[in-house]
């Protein structure tokens, strides 16, 4: 039996940027929620829906954000947490420096209050043909073997949940340019790597070459301390370069 959290007599301050409307001004309100040990954002934004009353005791409309895994793995409570990228669900409150200050990422267009909208990730997924072919669903036997070694390498790169916290550190990554940024150069290693996948690793490459691509990569470097899942991104965009100067190469002779 899971044992309930004492309350406390301290209350835990959140200020939170609101925004009603993806086109409407964004505003401060700020909340206070019981301390309860072990609490996490997510639990702490239940408790304002539950009663959306702000410090001043005026009744507001009940905050929104994005969660679904609840354990990092879907990325999709990604937020600025005391100005910090991250993800809310694993965000312990008594980790943190109060008054708690909770922000949308700036990089990607708000949806409501803490939702974005990262679709902009997806497409370039899709840019970059971030996927395994297959011939069709009936069953084609077993995969070719893969060493140890890429297998282990390739696990790691896997780990990405798209959650935008590389994109949002990135100074390279804004809202009016085409660049593609951090996780998608590591899917396309990623994909490059897998023997079947190494089929469109030629498409990829092009994909990268292309507007906001791999060249204009500023090496920050940013993008890799950020990473909640400690993906060597630096080692991906290192990488993906090494392949496209080939790729350049083998096109100056054959396109
Ligand atoms: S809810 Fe999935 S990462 Fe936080």
Redesign the pocket.
């Known amino acids: 039996m899971i044992e309930k959290p004492a309350m406390t007599e301290k209350n835990i301050i959140i200020k939170i940027k609101r925004q009603d409307k993806p086109a409407s001004s964004a505003y401060w309100q700020t909340f206070e929620v019981p301390h309860r040990p072990f609490a996490n954002i ?1 639990s702490c934004l239940m408790e304002i829906q539950k009663s959306p009353t702000t410090g001043n005791g005026e009744t507001v409309s009940p905050v929104t954000w ?13 937020m600025l947490i005391n100005g910090q990228v991250r ?4 965000a312990l409150v008594d980790n943190l420096t109060t008054p708690i200050t909770l922000e949308p990422m700036s990089k990607f267009p708000v949806v409501r209050d803490l939702q974005v909208d990262r679709e902009r990730m997806f497409k370039n997924l899709k840019k970059v043909k971030a996927w395994i072919d297959i011939d069709g669903s009936h069953d084609i036997g077993e995969g070719p073997i893969m060493q140890d070694q890429d297998r282990a390498k390739r696990y790691i790169m896997s780990e990405c ?1 798209t ?1 935008g916290c590389c994109l949002e550190a990135c100074p390279q990554f804004t809202m009016d340019n085409s660049f593609l940024g951090a996780a998608t150069f590591n899917q396309v290693r990623l994909f490059n790597l897998h023997p079947t996948g190494e089929m469109k690793k030629e498409e990829r490459l092009d994909a990268v070459m292309g507007e906001g691509g791999i060249t204009d990569c500023g090496n920050a470097q940013v993008c890799v301390e950020v990473c909640p899942k400690n993906i060597p991104l630096t080692e991906s965009i290192a990488d993906i370069g090494r392949q496209t100067t080939w790729q350049a190469i083998k096109n100056l002779f054959t396109k």
């Open positions: 997510i994005d969660s679904n895994c609840l354990e990092e793995v879907c990325g999709s409570c990604t993800q809310a669900c694993t949940m959650c």
